[in-house]
């Protein structure tokens, strides 16, 4: 686990491109800007080229897109393979609405992403994996969480982070789970949204996605764990804001020293 990699984004603060949804697009910046990077978000085609060139990384969310949005997004992602940029995708709710499955579905197909990070309603979606997700929501599944991972990754060549109580990150073959948690993450709606930029973030810095992932995923959810635990009253109002001062305050030691993973 590359935890240093937090000093390595506070030294380069990479300019990390976010197609948002406009439900959390405020957090997503604020939160990763408070972190040490860049954030700038667009939703027009015709500077696409213009975006993908000066970032370092591209966080495609699916969260809300319209139809001319969509159009953006496959030329997006065209750039980014044609310019090397790594590509995070947020497939929302792909587990509960067929047509976003279908786009999603066919997104994946076209372009190489270097990684997708869902909820596990979602990461079995794309998988095919048979699950009931709900709305935004994991839902509910009885398959190996472990091996659904893995499927998506192996089917897709890219690093998988699959969020839950307990976050799994997988690169088809090697495995690694982190158990920091708070249960007010659920309470607080773009929580997973913040942690796919934040991936995002750090897949700019660190040319071993799996790598990359890994940190993030750590980062935040210790981050989280640290506000909830020093909360009087652990509400989910006083959250969101408190978390966004976190990844702003957090530093490595802090990291290792709370840090649960195998
Ligand atoms: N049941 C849970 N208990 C504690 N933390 C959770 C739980 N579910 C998700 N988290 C945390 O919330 C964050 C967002 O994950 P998740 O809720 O799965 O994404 P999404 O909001 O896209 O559904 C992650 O950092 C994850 O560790
Ligand atoms: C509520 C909602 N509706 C469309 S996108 C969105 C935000 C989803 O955020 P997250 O998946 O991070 O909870
Ligand atoms: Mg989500």
Redesign the pocket.
Known sequence: MKIDLLNTLREKNPIAFNISNFVTVQDVANGINALGASPIMSEEKNEAEAMVKMANSVTINLGAFTEQQLTQIDTVMTFANQYHKPIVV?P?AVGAVQYRLERCNELLAQKQVSVIR???G?IAALAGVEWHAKG???GEGAGDLVEIAKKLANKYNCTVVE???T?IITNGDAVVK?F????L??LH?????M??STIGCFVGVEDDYFEAAQTA?VI??VA?EVVAKAMDKPLAGSFGPQLIDELHLIDTKTVEKYANFE
């Open positions: 947020d929302v869902g909820n596990a979602e935004i929501d994991a969020s839950g109580k976050d982190v920091n948690e708070s249960d993450f659920k709606v773009g929580s997973g949204d942690l796919s995923v935040f959810d989280g």
